[in-house]
């Protein structure tokens, strides 16, 4: 990230083809899978923060692949 920003991670579900709308606080958006979030040059320890929070998701059933 450039200086003086800060990411958001969020961990979300959507329709195919879900239309975005960004408000002034936000640049950009991405849809990304397990499999792509590995390779981003990004958030440190990305990929290993969303597969703990996906992890525990699982274990209460909120979330299903």
């Known amino acids: 990230s ?4 800060v990411d958001y991670v969020f961990i979300a579900k ?6 975005v709308k960004l408000n002034e606080e936000h640049t950009t ?5 397990l ?6 040059d990004s958030v440190p320890m990305l ?8 992890n525990k998701m699982k274990e209460k059933s909120i979330y299903k692949k």
């Open 35 to 40: 499999d792509e979030i590995k390779e981003l």
């Open 47 to 54: 990929y290993e923060c969303i597969e703990l929070a996906l």
């Open 29 to 33: 958006f991405g849809w990304y899978s």
């Open 14 to 19: 959507a329709p195919e083809n879900q239309e």
């Open 2 to 5: 450039p200086p003086n920003t």
